[in-house]
């Protein structure tokens, strides 16, 4: 008798047909419709010290490249055909790589955000691992003593490398979605794409909708601790740490 597969390949098939598939066929049309950072997002930008290094996990079409001239980042995306349109964000990179398995060294980086992103995956196991992935790239905190000497809980001296992780949220009862609590939280969103000589195609996206709390959880259990943490437009966001100080 043929076993059956693992949950986590079958995660992995069901974001290849739901999400990544999806978003190589759509990726102009989509980039079209995002073009105007979001206003926690771009203070968190704007706020990082000139010099600092670091990622965008997710990145679609590169809109948060621009938003900060006196920082680099590595963008990625596991769409090649975002990829392309990020690209054109120079100095900037941006490559094409999995949330699960980015190919950066640890302990490096200044900052990433991942905006939009991890409420794709499929599973529990695999929204924390993604988170882990991310958090594992930032620069560890300083140690107890030293970060007592350190009051701005912002500063990256105080805390290393800072993460700013946003997803979609259950609670938008006041959005045209009405999700709200009660509803199921693993659901299909359809993305309509107009098409001039035919009629309009729908593709339908995998999210797992964030209910409060939810991401301060997986960001705890990623092995993070969240330093700030809110809701704005329709999504849960917060910005977090590595739980690790380092003598």
Not at 141 to 166: F, K
């Amino acid at each position: 008798m043929p076993s059956k597969p693992s949950l986590s390949l079958q995660g992995q098939e069901h974001e290849e047909q739901h999400v990544h598939q999806v978003y190589e066929q759509i990726a102009s049309h989509f980039s079209s419709t995002r073009y105007k950072p979001w206003p926690i997002i771009e203070r968190f930008l704007k706020e990082l010290p000139d010099g600092s290094v670091g990622l965008d996990v997710g990145c679609g079409n590169g809109k948060y490249l621009a938003v900060n001239p006196n920082v680099f980042i590595m963008a990625s995306d596991r769409s090649s055909a975002l990829t392309k349109i990020a690209a054109r964000y120079h100095p900037h990179a941006a490559i094409v790589a999995d949330n699960l398995a980015l190919p950066h060294p640890n302990s490096c980086f200044d900052f990433a955000i991942s905006i939009a992103v991890v409420h794709h995956l499929s599973t529990p196991e695999r929204r924390i691992k993604a988170i882990q992935s991310i958090l594992e790239t930032l620069k560890p905190s300083l140690c107890m003593e030293q970060s007592q000497l350190v009051t701005d809980h912002r500063s990256p001296r105080a805390n290393g490398g800072r993460a700013l992780i946003y997803v979609w949220a259950l609670e938008q009862k006041s959005s045209r979605r009405g999700w709200d609590e009660g509803h199921d939280q693993d659901v299909m969103v359809p993305w309509v794409m107009k098409e001039k000589a035919s009629n309009d195609r729908t593709f339908h996206r995998y999210y797992h909708l964030y209910r409060s709390g939810e991401l301060e959880i997986n960001i705890a259990e990623a092995g993070g601790r969240v330093l700030e943490s809110g809701y704005e437009k329709d999504n849960w966001w917060a910005i977090a740490a590595r739980d690790q100080k380092v003598d």
